[in-house]
């Protein structure tokens, strides 16, 4: 009987941009942009979006993955988040979410009228048509993958919570690139460079890349890829995550047309 070869051991958890295959489907994409707008997705701008949330959830799950790792665990829970976040604010990204996940409970801040009383939250209407939070279990498979990734686990709460974010964050993508399609380009954005303690700054982004995106080409009917890049620099800020995800967006459809 033949030895087989041992499979060689991987160094680290492995990042979204060796990843074979995007675990958001550019299918899964469409459905999303379909309930924000009727405009035409091409592929590569799908494949662009897909990309773009897969290399944001695979920062904050590897966030995630260090904090649980200081208490020697491999299982990630809700606090691990909260965690990640607070280390790195690039990563607080799909806000939306966080009224409707108890992990934030008590984060987001508690509103008090004139007398100090407090103003109970808005209670959650009831609409026909399917929000980002309504969806957000379309994401579970994905998060799953990229949770399989980085070699951990997590409890269903932090599934859940990944799941809303990722749904938020698309919904919000999906808003920009319509806006950058409407107005003819960016019209707004600007670089903040995040630093943290006892880190080196990052290179400054290019700006000729912003200003590349600054005006688009084409119709008004149809989001390209460009548009998913424009509406990249409106979603992150300008630091480090920013520039891996349209680095990796570009990769991603870098053997598909732009438009």
């Given at each position: 009987m ?6 060689p051991?991987?160094s680290?958890p492995?990042?979204a941009?060796?990843m ?7 299918s ?7 309930d924000?707008?009727?405009?035409h997705?091409?592929?590569?701008a ?22 649980a790792a ?9 606090g ?25 409970k008590?984060l987001?801040g508690?509103?008090?009228?004139a ?17 980002a ?13 990229l949770?399989w ?9 932090m599934v859940r919570?990944l799941d ?6 698309l ?12 107005e003819?380009?960016?019209?707004r954005?600007?670089?903040v ?6 880190e ?5 982004f290019?700006?000729d890349s912003l ?9 008004r009917?149809t989001i390209g ?8 620099t409106?979603?992150l ?7 891996r ?15």
């Amino acid at each position: 009987m033949t030895a087989q070869p041992a499979r060689p051991e991987r160094s680290g958890p492995e990042t979204a941009s060796v990843m074979d295959v995007s675990p958001f489907k550019p299918s899964l994409v469409k459905a999303v942009f379909r309930d924000v707008t009727p405009m035409h997705v091409s592929r590569s701008a799908a494949m662009a979006a897909a990309s773009v949330t897969r290399t944001v959830l695979t920062e904050i799950i590897d966030g995630a993955r260090r904090a649980a790792a200081e208490e020697a665990r491999k299982k990630l829970f809700p606090g691990d988040l909260v965690s990640a976040i607070d280390r790195n604010v690039e990563l607080e990204v799909g806000d939306k979410w966080y009224d409707h996940s108890p992990t934030f409970k008590g984060l987001t801040g508690v509103l008090y009228d004139a007398e100090g009383v407090i103003v109970p939250s808005r209670k959650r209407s009831r609409s026909r048509k399917p929000s980002a939070v309504v969806g957000a279990h379309r994401f579970e498979a994905g998060v799953k993958k990229l949770l399989w990734s980085q070699r951990v686990t997590a409890v269903p709460a932090m599934v859940r919570d990944l799941d809303g974010i990722a749904s938020v964050f698309l919904t919000d993508l999906a808003r920009e690139a319509v806006m950058v399609v409407r107005e003819g380009g960016v019209k707004r954005f600007g670089t903040v460079t995040l630093v943290m303690p006892g880190e080196p700054a990052p290179p400054p982004f290019l700006k000729d890349s912003l200003r590349a995106l600054s005006a688009r080409r084409g119709d008004r009917r149809t989001i390209g890829r460009d548009d998913i890049l424009a509406a990249t620099t409106i979603q992150l800020f300008g630091g480090n995550l920013r520039q891996r995800a349209l680095t990796e967006a570009r990769e991603a459809t870098q053997n598909t047309s732009a438009g």
